[in-house]
C-alpha cells in the first residue's frame, strides 16, 4: 500500500497491510477493549474527546500537511480540516450525554422509557477526498455513545489512516479501541462477515456503497451510506448575482472539485443565464495551478491519476451530446495530477457532466426556463445528497426547497456539512443519517425498558 503524491508523482512512503489473521488479531483486541469502554462513565469519555480535540488542534500544522501531500488538498482547506475535526470531537464531548438521556413515555406502566446503549465494534469504510473530517465525523458519536471503531480508510492515504489512530491513543483513549485496518478493498466483506462486527458506515462511491450493504444485509447488520451527489445549485431570476456567482466557484471548486456535496449542476434562470455566465467566467480565470502546499497557490491536484482521465472523458461524451466548453476543457501537461479549471454549458439533461456525479473542477451550467422546470431538473437526477437555491423571495425558497428531493438545501448559502445539523441523502446518495442528536442514535440499540 503506497502513499503517492499528487502533486509531484513521488512515493511519499509504502506501508505493509494487514493480512487476514492481522484482522482478526485486531478485531478481537478492539472488541476486548469495548467490553471494558462500554461501563466507562459517559463524563469520562467525554473528558478525552476533548483531549483528542486539543491533539488535532496542537498538531494541526503536521496533520494538515500530510492530507496535503496524500491526496493535494490545499494546504489552507487542510488545516480547516483539521480544525472541522477538532470541533465535532467537541460538540459530541458536550452533548453526547444530552443525545443519549432516557427517554421517559407516559403510557400504562408504572414507568416506560427509552434508553440509548452501545452496540459494539462499527466498521467504517472512508474515502479520501477528507480524510480526516470524514472519519472523526463518524468516530466522535460512535465512540461517545460507547461503542468501539474499526477504519478501512481508502488505500491511497495510508498515513492519515495511522495519524487518526494515534489521535485517539495518544488523547488516552483505551489502546485497541480504535483501530485501522490496513487491507485492499476485496477483505472488507470478511471484516464485516466477523460477528464482532456489529455494524457498518461507509462514505463513497454507489458501487462500494451496493456492495458493502449486500455483505451487511446477509449477515442482517445495520449500514448508514453516504454515497455519491451531484448537488444542484439553482439560480432563480431575483437572485442576488453577484454573490450567487462568488459562492458558486467556491462551491464547485472546494478540494479542487472532490467532494460529495460540491455543487455539481448549476440550473439558471435565462433571465440571468448570460450573466451568470460571463461572471463565472472571469473569476474562474483567477484560478492558477500551483503546488497545494504554498498558501498562495488557490488550485491544486487531483488526488490520483484515473481522476484526471474520469473527469476529462465526461467533459468529452457531454461536447458529443452538444456541451460547449466556454472555459477550459484539458489536461494540463507537466507533472502532477492537474485539470484545467472548466466552465462547460449545454442542454441535454443527459450529458456526463450532468447526468453522471463529477469529481474534478469542472462547472457544468445549464438553462431553465422558470421556477418548475429549474426544480424538475434538480429533481431528475438519481441522487439526492444536498443542493442550493438562490432567491432574494425567502418564502418562495422554503416552498420551493420543500419540493427539492435531497438531504438538504441551503438557501443563499453554500452546502455544507455542519455537526450542529443531520448530514445525508435519499434515493442514490444513500441512507441514515450522521452529525446533530440522529447521527448519535444511528449506531445504538434503541432499547425500551417498560416497568409494571
Known amino acids: 500500500m503506497k502513499s503517492i503524491n499528487p502533486t509531484t508523482g513521488e512515493t511519499l512512503r509504502a506501508y505493509t497491510e494487514h493480512t487476514l489473521d492481522d484482522c482478526n488479531s485486531i478485531i478481537k483486541m478492539v472488541d476486548k477493549a ?4 462500554k461501563l466507562v462513565p459517559i463524563a469520562d469519555r467525554k473528558a478525552l474527546m476533548h483531549k483528542a480535540a486539543n491533539v488535532l488542534r496542537d498538531r494541526k500544522g503536521e496533520y494538515a500537511l500530510l492530507m496535503t501531500l496524500e491526496m493535494g488538498k490545499l494546504i489552507g482547506e487542510s488545516e480547516a480540516e483539521v480544525e472541522k475535526s477538532a470541533w465535532v470531537c467537541e460538540f459530541y464531548a458536550d452533548n453526547a450525554e444530552t443525545f443519549l438521556q432516557d427517554e421517559f413515555i407516559k403510557t400504562d406502566a408504572g ?3 427509552v434508553s440509548f446503549e ?3 465494534t462499527v466498521l467504517a469504510v472512508m474515502p479520501w477526498n477528507f480524510p480526516f473530517w470524514q472519519v472523526f465525523r463518524f468516530a466522535a458519536p460512535a465512540l461517545m455513545a460507547g461503542n468501539a471503531g474499526l477504519l478501512k480508510h481508502a488505500s491511497n492515504v495510508p498515513g492519515c489512516a495511522l495519524a487518526i489512530e494515534s489521535v485517539f491513543r495518544e488523547a488516552g483513549f483505551p489502546e485497541d479501541l ?5 487491507i485492499p478493498a476485496n477483505l472488507v466483506q470478511h471484516v464485516i462477515a466477523s460477528k464482532k462486527v456489529k455494524a457498518v458506515t461507509l462514505t463513497g462511491s454507489e458501487a462500494a456503497g451496493s456492495k458493502v450493504a449486500e455483505r451487511a444485509g446477509h449477515h442482517l447488520k445495520k449500514t448508514v451510506l453516504e454515497l455519491g451527489g451531484s448537488d444542484p445549485y439553482i439560480v432563480l431570476a431575483d437572485a442576488d448575482i453577484d454573490k450567487c456567482v462568488q459562492t458558486a466557484l467556491t462551491a464547485r471548486m472546494i478540494n479542487t472539485g472532490q467532494s460529495c456535496i460540491a455543487a455539481k449542476r448549476f440550473i439558471v434562470h435565462k433571465d440571468v443565464f ?9 473569476l474562474m480565470q483567477h484560478l492558477s495551478p500551483g503546488d497545494p502546499t504554498d498558501p498562495q497557490t488557490n488550485f491544486g491536484p487531483l488526488a490520483r491519476p484515473d481522476l484526471v482521465e474520469d473527469i476529462h472523458d465526461q467533459v468529452l461524451r457531454s461536447v458529443i451530446l452538444g456541451a460547449k466548453v466556454i472555459m477550459g476543457g484539458e489536461k ?3 507533472k502532477g495530477c492537474y485539470y484545467q479549471p472548466t466552465l462547460i454549458t449545454g442542454d441535454s439533461l443527459e450529458m456526463p457532466i450532468f447526468k453522471e456525479e463529477t469529481f474534478g473542477p469542472v462547472m457544468a451550467v445549464i438553462k431553465a426556463g422558470d421556477d418548475k422546470e429549474a426544480i424538475d431538473m434538480a429533481n431528475s437526477s ?3 445528497l444536498g ?3 438562490w432567491t432574494q423571495d425567502i418564502e418562495k425558497g422554503i416552498s420551493l426547497a420543500r419540493q427539492i428531493e435531497t438531504g438538504s438545501i441551503f438557501i443563499n448559502g453554500m452546502t455544507k456539512s455542519d455537526p450542529r445539523l443531520p448530514f445525508g441523502g435519499i434515493k442514490h446518495s444513500g441512507y441514515g443519517r450522521e452529525l446533530s442528536h440522529y447521527g448519535i442514535k444511528e449506531f445504538v440499540n434503541i432499547k425500551t425498558i417498560w416497568v409494571g
Open 34 to 37: 469495548w467490553g471494558q469502554w
Open 111 to 113: 414507568k416506560s422509557f
Open 118 to 120: 452501545p452496540i459494539g
Open 178 to 182: 480504535f483501530r485501522t485496518l490496513m
Open 274 to 282: 448570460d450573466a451568470f455566465i460571463e461572471q463565472a467566467g472571469i
Open 332 to 334: 494540463i501537461d507537466g
Open 382 to 384: 438519481k441522487y439526492g
Open 387 to 389: 443542493g442550493s437555491l
